[in-house]
């Protein structure tokens, strides 16, 4: 019904009355409509021991869980099934599990199960001879501590040098104080090994067995033990005539035991009617010497450097003229002209012996 105020204006005034009223009609016609046709979805949620239903127009499971009064942070989803107008989530309860291996530490979550489902749900391919406390069939349902040790055993092979001696052989057909030396070669050979790993450090390493690929070849020390063939002067005829004591004598002749060896040239003499310088008589043995170079009473022995003359035992004792033009020469006392003939003049082996 319309009422009209005083002033003839009162349906202009009852107008504006109804414009909010309108508005707030619409608004919460539009509201009943989303209500009545919007989508709400059921779900039941479950965690082993009760199930809670929820009504909600999300379809967002997180939502649904923490309207359900599940800490996300807490709770696994185990599945999602969805039948009958009804959505079913199983949901399990997490606990904190920390698993140490070595010096390291990881924390994971995990629902109620064993040792082993846990450490495999960690990715660890846990074989017989890994090391694990708790074992694997422990059931753990709460904050859980786990020691795992990772073994394993790798096998391998390298090559390596396989050394060469030398060895010491003794030959009679090599002079004594003489060696010689024959270098050797070093071998290869493969080492075929099983290494034990634990938690990816090597602890110990086995040889299982060693295949040669190539022998060594040993070298060869060989020390002569042939002894010089010794004789004595005794058994060597000599020019000179002189009592000479045993002077032993080497292979070659010359004496084994001796001062000093020096090589100088030789002029034979024969009598000449004088005693030596030294008063004695000339006898083959005595022979004349430069006193400044080889003293008198010097003994020696001397053979010729060609070794067609074993002059033997000698002493000095006498001189000659021949020091002013040949200082460093002797001369051999001879029974005769022949003989000095014979000899001639040429270089001889002295050996001092004292």
Known sequence: MLRFNKSGLGFVKFTKMRMPLVALLLIASICAATLLFGTVNTFAVTDGEKTHKVHTLSTNVSDVLTVAGFNTNEYKVLSVDAGNGVTNIAVAYTFPVYITMGDKTIETNAIESTVGEILKNEGFNVDQYDMVEP????????????DYTNIDYITGSYTEAIPSTIKTVYSSKLDAGTTTLSEGKDGEQQVNYTAK???????????????????????????????AA???SESVKTIST????TIELD???????????????????????????????????YIAVNPNVIPYGTKMYIKSSDGKFIYGYAVAADTGGFIKSRPNNVDLFMTSKAACTAFGRRNVEIYILE
């Open 251 to 285: 292979e070659n002749g010359n004496p084994v035991n001796f001062k000093k060896h020096i090589t100088v040239q030789a002029t034979a003499y024969t009598y000449t009617g004088n005693k030596c310088s030294t008063g004695v008589a000339p006898q083959p043995g």
């Open 197 to 227: 790993v634990v938690n990816g450090v090597t602890v110990e390493t086995v040889v299982n067995e060693r295949i040669t690929l190539s022998a060594a070849v040993d070298g060869t020390k060989t020390i002569g033990t042939k002894k």
């Open 242 to 245: 002189l009592k000479a004591p």
């Open 230 to 232: 010794v004789t004595t």
């Open 135 to 146: 074992s694997l069939d422990t059931v753990v349902s709460d904050t859980a501590y786990i």
